[in-house]
């Protein structure tokens, strides 16, 4: 058995574990087949809107402080412009510049986990 059939298996096992539990705590015939209703114990809820990334939030704040890694990585890639051969890269300077990001921004996510 490959692994494509095996997780596929796993989908449709998901799958089925999904539908018995809606059924159990009574889930409506609605046409969209998710439950709703009142909010009772048998409802599901489905949220109204779609979830934000926090994490790219953050990261905009957080970009601001991270100048100085910012602007080691564009002079590189402005000093690389012409390399024909491939072997310059500035996949260093490019680290940096996000590592500060998310040295920065990680703490502000974590925090707002539930």
């Given amino acids: 058995m490959t692994w494509w059939w095996w997780s596929y298996g796993i989908v449709v096992v998901a799958e089925a574990i999904m539908v018995?539990?809606?059924?159990?705590?009574?889930?409506?015939?609605s046409s969209d087949?998710?439950?709703?209703?009142?909010?009772?114990?048998?409802?599901?809820?489905?949220?109204?809107?779609?979830?934000?990334?926090?994490?790219?939030?953050?990261?905009?704040?957080?970009?601001?402080k991270c100048v100085k890694p910012l602007?080691?990585?564009q002079a590189?890639?402005?000093?690389?412009?012409?390399d024909e051969s491939g072997h310059k890269h500035c996949t260093g300077q490019y680290f940096d510049y996000w590592?500060?990001?998310d040295k920065c921004?990680?703490?502000?996510?974590?925090?707002?986990?539930k």
Avoid: H
Wanted: net charge neutral.
């Fill in 20 to 29: 018995v539990l809606v059924t159990m705590l009574g889930g409506d015939n």
């Fill in 33 to 64: 087949g998710v439950g709703g209703g009142g909010g009772g114990r048998g409802s599901v809820l489905v949220a109204e809107e779609e979830p934000v990334d926090q994490k790219k939030y953050y990261e905009e704040l957080c970009k601001p």
């Fill in 71 to 73: 602007l080691e990585y």
């Fill in 76 to 82: 590189c890639v402005k000093r690389i412009q012409g």
């Fill in 99 to 101: 590592s500060c990001v």
């Fill in 105 to 113: 921004a990680a703490p502000k996510i974590f925090s707002k986990l």
